[in-house]
């Protein structure tokens, strides 16, 4: 159990559940990734995060939990539940397993004794939640100059992953000092990403969502630091470990980095699957650019990681040809979003994605293109990782 286990916990009592959420806090390597008050409802959650282990408390109402059960393994015979009960009652045991369990849990437990169990419930759950999980997957947008629209990129991608409803998706601003994320999608927050570095160690992923705001369109969004001085006490160990609980929280976490290459882009690209690029077909951009390419060619795989985007595509500025700039790159082009000026302007006016000022016209289209493109293969075996971020700093 090399990885974290991401658990959903279900109990509609207070004092129980929050005994077992202790429990389950002090075991190495264990994520609670949400906790449910309610029986009702749980196992359209559950198929919604696709946990590797749900723990379902039996005795607020054995009927009621073995009726969850039952729907859960059901919507997904893949799905690993472990019913915990303070009884040892063979009958209510028996009930349990007639309803897709494997394991029963009796209270009150030991952490030692819930690990073993879990070992054995969770073992090859790489092969077996592969499908459910749909690939996760952490996107870092990014721009070798100003102004090239990585925010905008960022932004509609990410509102697009979010309203296609497959995973829930979240979008981080890593331009510390600039970032315009929440502008861009018309929200207020007093939480911010340095809050939540701040608060960390307290957090599990239902006080993480919480303490988020979440974008009509089912977007959860994390601000850059409200302060400029409050950039410097962000640590990079720290936000590379939220990038990873992040990653085991959400299907697709993407990420509108700063055009500074900071310790926070660097961090992001590290854990990235997919590295967008946004370009211009302007002499300027490109040479940026190139030289942005020729940094990632110093670190094994980064370059297999790349996909480019050319932004504004079909603009009269526009200086050079898209065969000259595939040929000047020596990369190619991936997607093109048209130069519709009117449509992006009336969304930074609306504070909304594209979708909501021009939906189905060219450029939505593009980024749902994006979206179907970017989902994983279930058998995509991962990208090597080099050391990037250690290497620089």
Request: proline share 5%; net charge neutral.
């Amino acid at each position: 159990m090399k990885d974290l286990i991401r658990i959903v916990l279900i109990d509609p009592n207070g004092e129980s559940r929050d005994a077992l959420r202790r429990l389950l806090g002090t075991i190495g390597g264990f994520w609670v990734a949400e906790v449910l008050e309610s029986y009702h409802g749980g196992a359209a959650r559950v198929g919604e995060i696709a946990p590797d282990l749900t723990i379902v408390a039996l005795d607020p109402d054995p009927q009621q939990a073995i009726d969850l059960i039952g729907g859960v393994t059901k919507a997904n015979p893949q799905a690993v539940v472990l019913p915990a009960s303070r009884s040892s009652d063979s009958a209510l045991i028996l009930r349990a397993v007639r309803a897709g369990a494997r394991e029963f849990l009796t209270l009150p437990a030991q952490p030692a004794e819930v690990l073993e169990i879990a070992g054995r419930l969770v073992q090859g759950r790489e092969e077996s939640q592969t499908q459910a999980a749909r690939g996760r997957r952490i996107v870092a947008v990014t721009g070798a100059s100003g102004g090239v629209g990585v925010t905008s990129v960022a932004v509609n991608l990410a509102a697009s992953v979010a309203v296609a409803k497959e995973q829930e998706t979240i979008l981080l601003d890593f331009d510390m000092v600039f970032g315009s994320v929440d502008a861009a999608l018309d929200i207020v927050t007093d939480h911010t990403l340095f809050t939540v570095l701040q608060n960390f160690e307290r957090l599990d992923a239902t006080l993480l969502k919480r303490s988020m705001t979440r974008h009509a369109s089912g977007l959860y969004v994390l601000p850059r630091p409200q302060l400029i001085d409050e950039i410097a006490k962000v640590d990079p160990e720290t936000l590379q470990r939220l990038l990873s609980l992040l990653k085991a929280t959400f299907g697709t976490v993407v990420i509108d980095t700063s055009k500074g290459l900071q310790s926070s882009d660097f961090a992001a690209m590290e854990v990235a699957d997919v590295i967008v690029v946004v370009v211009q077909l302007d002499l300027t951009c490109l040479r940026n650019t190139s030289r942005l390419i020729g940094l990632f060619q110093q670190f094994d795989g980064m370059v297999d990681r790349i996909k480019l985007v050319v932004n504004r595509a079909g603009s009269t500025d526009t200086e050079i040809s898209l065969a000259k700039a595939e040929e000047t790159l020596k990369m190619p082009i991936s997607w093109q979003i048209p130069n519709t000026t009117k449509f992006f302007q009336a969304a930074r006016i609306k504070g909304a994605p594209i979708a909501d000022v021009a939906k189905g016209s060219r450029p939505h289209q593009v980024f749902l293109e994006m979206t179907r493109a970017l989902r994983p293969l279930a058998d995509e075996p991962p990208k090597p990782r080099k050391g990037f971020f250690a290497a620089l700093f």
